[in-house]
């Protein structure tokens, strides 16, 4: 396993996609700093302590992570069919079962990794301008609420992922319906106590972006465990299929 893991990120560095994150990742900078810092003339709100931290975390799992998170996963598992390699690796033969997993695993490392990249460059900003408030405690708190939400939006768009890959769908289209997914939290996060059964509301509850009673805790659990689930018999669907070609 620890060996095609290794493979799928190697396979990497001949690849766009970490281009694409990249760039996902600069307009969310680019859009928060603009909202926060010009919107409102003198009276910015982006000066306030946290605001920065808040706003980039919050507008980045609305509008742009699920997205460049479904993409990414689609393509690293959709490649080698799209590409037709994949006959040529069951002559190796090749376990699809781990070869899947591997991709999965490396998934959610992308998914937990660019919101470590997001924070930590949201953190650098917050630096520049209230460091003298800014403490360590501040940052463990906001490191958790990035690096949970990470784990999280991958559990809640891996049944894309793994749809689009399951009916042998374009990647791209992983991107159109994440986006339409994420777009749709906006109303389902005002229905209250029930919206935390909604995926990319019970990421925003277990990060601790909102204040939660344990009723909604557990609704945004069970949650995730279906998405789990959904993606789990999916996976075992699509690597069947695939030793089956």
């Known amino acids: 396993m620890q060996v095609m893991i290794w493979t799928e990120l190697k396979k990497l560095r001949r690849s766009r ?20 810092f010009f919107a409102r003339g003198n009276e910015a709100y982006g000066m306030e302590p946290e605001w920065y931290l808040t706003g980039v975390q919050s507008l980045g799992t609305l509008y742009a992570l699920p997205g460049i998170i479904a993409l990414f996963g689609s393509y690293i598992i959709c490649r080698e069919s799209q590409e ?10 090749v376990n699809m079962g781990k070869m899947v997993v591997a991709k999965v695993m490396v998934i959610l490392v992308f998914s937990v990794g660019t919101y470590l990249v997001l924070f930590l460059a949201a953190f650098a900003v917050e630096m520049a301008f209230h460091a003298q408030v800014l403490t360590a405690a501040i940052f463990l708190h906001y490191l958790k609420i990035y690096l949970v939400d990470g784990i999280c939006v991958f559990f809640a768009v891996l049944p894309i992922i793994c749809f689009i890959t399951e009916k042998k769908l374009d990647y791209w289209l992983s991107l159109l319906a994440a986006e339409v997914y994420s777009f749709i939290t906006i109303f389902v996060g005002n229905l209250g106590t ?8 019970a990421a925003f509850t277990l990060s601790g972006y909102y204040e939660s009673t344990p009723a909604e805790i557990l ?17 075992y669907r699509l690597s069947k299929r695939d030793a089956l070609q």
């Not at 029930?194 to 509301?201: A, G, N, Q, T």
């Open 17 to 36: 996609m970490l281009l694409v994150a990249l760039f996902g990742l600069c307009m969310v900078l680019v859009i928060v700093t603009a909202q926060g």
């Open 84 to 93: 037709d390699v994949l006959k040529s690796l069951l002559l190796i033969p």
């Open 194 to 201: 029930i919206s935390k059964l909604y995926p990319l509301v």
């Open 219 to 235: 609704l945004s659990v069970i949650s995730m465990a279906l998405c789990g689930t959904i993606s789990g018999i999916l996976i």
